[in-house]
């Protein structure tokens, strides 16, 4: 930190034992001061930045102990509870995942920052695909906006050239930034995105991009600001919100690196528009073309997360000494179809390696005596080893000034860093296995297959008149949550059934109607509707003791919870 703030050029207080014209002096004085100041804000700013994402991580994971250790008390047919507790469960685990996210960008930040500032930020140019960086954009912002349920546009020029040369990452930084603060500092209405280009004659492309909210605004005396390091602008009226004060300083000197522009133009109150521009070369003339028909297919499906590609054929060994890691990546992956092999050492992965021809290894870097780097070097020389060649991608949580460089000239393929995000991670992989080994999913691929699925996996549920995309709602489209609620629903049936016909013939409608109100709640939970509106009905007639009304409905009641249950053995069985 030390070392930052004398990068960030905040020690300025030195003082020369001459007498000074007076105005000088002042002038250095008010200087200093207001460096202390800004010291001072950026100090308290920034520990109260990383301590609340902590203080979130930390309490959150409090309470998935707590219901972890209710979930192991729960009596084992108590299916209500237990999925409420599993629900709890998914929503404290979702809490940390976006503290964690919030405290990496942070940390990030800073980092840059320091980069920056010590000079040492680099621009790495290669060649790219517009419309996968935008792709990404999308599903790094849609989620953002559709949690404040702000309407997100990205309207895109189709023929714009897709493949570009620069810094693929870099503008990729520049524009989440910006449409970042855009979402954070909008509470009501929209964001938009509008690419354009301006090719210039000499193999390059100037790239406008205009960010446009109709959010809190800027006042015209703090559009300055905007652009001055650890400044943030009406702390009072902003304080809930996540910031360090460094995204714009950072935007701006990358784009001052890269040729670049930005200028804002806002109106207080009603909203800000940011248009950068990027010069980038263009390599084909490939345009980006019905991009904008595929992004509105991706936002009508809900951006959920769906595979680029398969490669059932593909093989691949996965290492990393932490079991749980080597099951997220493993769970990344699953929907590739490829095989995955893990290793838990590097010993252990330098002999799988011997003796397994991979297509490519996922190399975790700091690992307990033989290291990542060691394992990988031990790989190459291993003459006659049947994956002696392959891409080794390095996967660490180094992400330091030289890192990468460090990395590769040690001989690592690629690098990424941790914690791994899926799309960089099968962005990556689809670049390194052998062509002929990768499917790309397109689309209309990913619809038939998806519609295949459920056709064959849920007929029966939906004849039952179980409405599995209801249920998948409670999940977040989690299938494999789905999957065990159902099996939750049908394992208590024998016991449940028991009970609601036990008090139905004793009319012990007290006991009988907190029976129908749980299987009210669990049918509507695996989205068995019309089994829970009238089981609501039952149980609101329960309460006024309404045996009439009961009597009437009970029989089919008890069919229809039958034949739900019936369906979900169905489709456990195939
Ligand atoms: P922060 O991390 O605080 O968001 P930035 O450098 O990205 O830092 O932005 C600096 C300040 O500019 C913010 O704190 C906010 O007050 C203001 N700001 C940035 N973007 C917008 C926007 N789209 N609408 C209103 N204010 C904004």
């Given at each position: 930190m030390f070392s930052l703030l004398v990068a960030a050029g905040l020690s300025l207080i030195t003082v020369r034992p001459f007498v000074r014209a007076q105005g000088e002096l002042l002038e250095e004085k008010v200087r200093a001061e207001s460096a202390n100041h800004a010291k001072s804000d950026f100090l308290a700013n920034m520990s109260h930045e990383i301590r609340t994402p902590i203080n979130a991580v930390l309490g959150m994971n409090e309470m998935i102990l707590r219901e972890d250790h209710r979930a192991q008390e729960l009596a084992k047919d108590d299916s209500v509870d237990m999925i409420e507790t599993l629900k709890n469960i998914n929503v404290y685990a979702n809490d940390v995942k976006s503290a964690g996210h919030n405290l990496l960008a942070i940390v990030n930040d800073i980092l840059d920052f320091s980069k920056i500032e010590a000079g040492k930020m680099d621009i790495t140019e290669a060649p790219y695909q517009l419309s996968s960086l935008l792709n990404d954009l999308n599903n790094m912002i849609l989620f953002k906006a559709q949690d404040k349920k702000l309407d997100f546009n990205i309207d895109v020029d189709r023929t714009l050239p897709d493949d570009l040369y620069g810094d693929e990452v870099r503008v990729r930084q520049i524009l989440t930034n910006i449409l970042g603060n855009a979402v954070k500092y909008t509470e009501k209405g929209s964001v938009r995105l509008t690419l354009r280009g301006e090719e210039q004659g000499d193999g390059t492309i100037l790239l406008k991009a205009k960010i446009s909210d109709t959010g809190i605004g800027i006042r015209p005396e703090d559009k300055e600001k905007l652009f001055t390091k650890f400044q943030r602008l009406e702390m009072e009226r902003n304080s809930t919100v996540e910031g360090t004060g460094l995204g714009l300083v950072i935007t701006r000197r990358l784009l001052d690196m890269m040729g670049g522009t930005i200028s804002v133009e806002s109106e207080y109150g009603k909203g800000s528009v940011f248009t950068v521009t990027i010069p980038q070369r263009i390599v084909s003339n490939v345009s980006v073309g019905n991009f904008q028909e595929r992004f509105e297919k991706?936002?009508?499906?809900?951006?959920?997360?769906?595979?680029?590609?398969?490669?059932?054929?593909?093989?691949?060994?996965?290492?990393?000494?932490?079991?749980?890691?080597?099951?997220?990546?493993?769970?990344?992956?699953?929907?590739?179809?490829?095989?995955?092999?893990?290793?838990?050492?590097?010993?252990?992965?330098?002999?799988?390696?011997e003796d397994t021809a991979y297509d490519l290894i996922l190399m975790d870097q700091r690992m307990p005596e033989m290291d990542g780097t060691e394992a990988l070097h031990k790989i190459r020389e291993t003459s006659g080893g049947k994956s002696s060649k392959v891409p080794v991608i390095c996967l660490t949580a180094d992400a330091v000034i030289g890192a990468k460089e460090r990395y590769l000239s040690e001989g690592?393929?690629?690098?990424?860093?941790?914690?791994?995000?899926?799309?960089?991670?099968?962005?990556?992989?689809?670049?390194?296995?052998?062509?002929?080994?990768?499917?790309?999913?397109?689309?209309?691929?990913?619809?038939?297959?998806?519609?295949?699925?459920?056709?064959?996996?849920?007929?029966?549920?939906?004849?039952?008149?179980?409405?599995?995309?209801?249920?998948?709602?409670?999940?977040?489209?989690?299938?494999?949550?789905?999957?065990?609620?159902?099996?939750?629903?049908?394992?208590?049936?024998?016991?449940?059934?028991?009970?609601?016909?036990?008090?139905?013939?004793?009319?012990?409608?007290?006991?009988?109607?907190?029976?129908?109100?749980?299987?009210?709640?669990?049918?509507?939970?695996?989205?068995?509707?019309?089994?829970?509106?009238?089981?609501?009905?039952?149980?609101?007639?329960?309460?006024n003791s309404d045996a009439e009304t009961i009597r009437g409905k009970h029989e089919l009641m008890m069919k229809r919870y039958e034949a739900v249950t019936k369906a979900i053995n169905l489709t456990a069985s195939r």
């Open positions: 991706n936002m009508k499906e809900g951006g959920t997360y769906k595979e680029s590609f398969r490669a059932p054929n593909a093989r691949i060994l996965v290492v990393d000494d932490t079991r749980i890691n080597l099951a997220v990546v493993a769970n990344l992956l699953k929907s590739t179809l490829m095989r995955i092999d893990t290793a838990l050492s590097g010993a252990e992965a330098v002999k799988k390696a690592f393929s690629d690098y990424l860093t941790k914690p791994i995000d899926s799309f960089a991670l099968e962005k990556m992989l689809k670049k390194y296995l052998p062509s002929s080994k990768v499917e790309l999913v397109n689309d209309e691929k990913k619809e038939e297959i998806s519609e295949e699925k459920a056709a064959d996996s849920y007929d029966a549920l939906r004849a039952a008149g179980v409405n599995p995309s209801e249920g998948l709602k409670y999940t977040n489209n989690d299938e494999g949550f789905y999957l065990s609620m159902l099996n939750e629903y049908a394992s208590s049936y024998e016991e449940k059934s028991g009970k609601i016909n036990e008090y139905y013939s004793k009319e012990d409608w007290k006991e009988y109607g907190i029976y129908v109100h749980a299987l009210k709640s669990t049918s509507k939970m695996i989205g068995a509707m019309e089994l829970s509106e009238l089981a609501l009905r039952i149980e609101e007639a329960a309460k």
